[in-house]
């Protein structure tokens, strides 16, 4: 069968696949660098086609190839499932389809739906972005605001990308597979400037010259919007500009400017983070941006699909797609960190169910008192509507919040001015915000990293934020426990440190088309781990 590299593709300008499923890669619908640069009115048409690319079904095969293909949700998904927090509480958890991502049952490497989406549909939004930036000259000192503002944005949204590919596919350490060949090395660059030769020989970029790309797209993008700010929050603005650079000042352990970035996007955005009443309403509950909301994307009943969307995937309320049957739920060992006075602990059911909290839905109570326990409630059909897709399913969904801040603020300052004053950020917005009687102590930095970990996978569960703090920080990953709802053996595993799969694999079609990689794949984590993993142990 035919491979085609996808990074060739893209840097010609060409979107086509033969994938080793015999699938066919759908034409790019966005413009070309040529056709954006002939009218400011095509620059403003791309770039308002960003938005809606991240939450377009079937991103990649344009088809119903595989039904993680959710673009940006597939992250949020995924990388909760990584974590173990999240498990199919359903009569068959074959319907979760993003299970690969939380056990070691099915395939994960290089032919893998696994390897292929997250890589295929990061590139294809760095493309889009590409285009605008290509057409763009910033040195022309004559350029009106406005189209500065939007190359602003797409170098934004560019070091976005390559800053998901990079926490995804860069190996760190572990103890279940070697990364020694390839420690080290992040993704290949593909730019504005990229041609097809080039991706024929493109090579893995060094950690370091990554983060200084991503930086240098940020530091552009900071000096191209000081004057401009986006049309909504649909677009990155100057806070989500620092925002971003915290995410990877964090990444890159450089504690000082995370704090220091994380402080300037809170002081930029001026807003606030998610009330009590906005965190459990049944028919805006995360699916409607508000005052947290820095940056999300939306849905529209135009370019969405009936279970290609992450409300039917993540909204048990609603009776459409997966989530009816998968019935996705928190980790019980996770639901038992939150505390009885943190009103976030209501996202989730208790096995009490109504004797524990009159729960609030846009079901019956037959609903509650028949769902099982620990089902996720955090992720509402839009305006409460459960039996219509097409209204019910068209929510905005979060890329950053403020909350998102506040905790890498916490750690980074605890990280680089002592314990004790990270401890006091923690502690400040906990109370201020989540658990008034929040009141931790630590004496060393590592119990103190863990619990902003644990308060992150808390807040951003299902949103999968937590999850590049877990594999820069490896807390181990405990899913067989007594007690512990995992549904089945499958997902009963304990690892040290981090899971294997949390270094995703390159998709083969990249690795035979581009000789630069020869040998230098990630290891295939599939069938490292088998379980159920006895309790109280680590897999070997």
């Known amino acids: 069968m035919k491979r085609i590299n996808i990074l060739i593709l893209l840097a010609i300008s060409l979107l086509m696949l033969n994938s080793c499923i015999d699938e066919t890669f759908p034409e790019g619908s966005t413009a070309t660098s040529d056709q954006i640069g002939a009218s400011a009115s095509a620059l403003e048409a791309s770039l308002n086609g960003i938005p809606s690319q991240m939450t377009q079904g079937y991103y990649v095969y344009d088809d119903q190839v595989h039904e993680t293909d959710l673009s940006y949700p597939l992250f949020m998904i995924a990388q909760t499932e990584m974590l173990g927090d999240m498990y199919p509480l359903g009569s068959n958890s074959g319907y979760d389809w993003f299970r690969n991502y939380n056990t070691f049952s099915g395939a994960f490497g290089e032919n893998s739906y696994f390897s292929y989406l997250p890589w295929f549909t990061l590139y294809k939004l760095i493309k889009s972005a590409n285009d605008i930036i290509g057409a763009v000259d910033i040195e022309d000192e004559s350029l009106p605001t406005s189209i500065k503002g939007a190359a602003g944005v797409a170098y934004a949204n560019r070091a976005f990308n390559y800053y998901m590919l990079t926490v995804l596919f860069e190996p760190v350490d572990n103890i279940y597979t070697d990364v020694s060949k390839v420690k080290g090395l992040t993704v290949p660059f593909v730019t504005e400037t990229t041609t097809g030769d080039d991706a024929k020989n493109n090579p893995r970029a060094p950690r370091a010259e990554m983060i200084e790309f991503i930086l240098s797209d940020l530091d552009l993008a900071e000096s191209l919007m000081q004057d401009y700010t986006p049309k909504s929050k649909l677009f990155p603005s100057l806070a989500v500009v620092y925002g971003i650079k915290a995410k990877v000042?964090?990444?890159?352990?450089?504690?000082?400017?995370?704090?220091?970035?994380?402080?300037?996007?809170?002081e930029t955005y001026n807003g606030g983070p998610i009330t009590e009443s906005q965190w459990d309403d049944e028919l805006t509950g995360f699916n409607t941006v508000n005052q947290a909301w820095m940056w999300y994307a939306t849905y529209s009943a135009e370019n969405m699909r009936n279970l290609a969307n992450f409300t039917g995937w993540m909204s048990p309320e609603a009776d459409w797609s997966y989530s009816p049957l998968s019935q996705p739920g928190i980790d019980r060992s996770l639901y038992d960190k939150i505390a009885e006075t943190d009103f976030r602990k209501r996202s989730f059911l208790h096995p009490d169910k109504f004797e524990y909290y009159n729960y609030k839905t846009v079901r019956d109570a037959d609903f509650i008192n028949d769902a099982p326990a620990y089902l996720s409630l955090k992720f509402r059909p839009r305006g409460g509507d459960w039996k219509t897709y097409s209204v019910g399913g068209v929510s905005d969904i979060p890329i950053m919040r403020i909350e998102e801040m506040y905790f890498i603020e916490a750690e980074a300052v605890g990280m680089d001015q002592g314990v004790g004053a990270g401890v006091s950020k923690l502690n400040s917005?906990?109370?201020?915000?989540?658990?008034?009687?929040?009141?931790?102590?630590?004496?060393?930095?590592?119990?103190?990293?863990?619990?902003?970990?644990?308060?992150?996978?808390i807040e951003f569960w299902g949103e999968g934020n937590a999850f590049p703090s877990a594999k820069r920080i490896k807390p181990d990953v405990i899913q067989n426990y007594e007690g512990t709802n995992a549904p089945g053996d499958i997902f009963k595993i304990n690892m040290k440190g981090i899971k294997p799969n949390w270094n995703l694999v390159i998709p083969i079609d990249e690795m035979e088309a581009n000789a630069a990689l020869t040998g230098l794949n990630n290891p295939d984590p599939t069938g490292t781990v088998t379980g159920p993993t006895a309790i109280g142990t680590f897999a070997n």
């Not at 990444?251 to 994380?262: H, L, N, S, V």
Request: aromatic content about 20%; overall charge neutral; cysteine-free.
């Open 249 to 266: 000042y964090l990444w890159d352990e450089q504690y000082g400017k995370a704090a220091e970035f994380a402080r300037k996007a809170i």
């Open 429 to 457: 917005f906990m109370q201020s915000y989540r658990q008034s009687d929040y009141n931790y102590s630590a004496s060393d930095l590592r119990s103190f990293q863990i619990e902003v970990l644990t308060q992150m996978r």
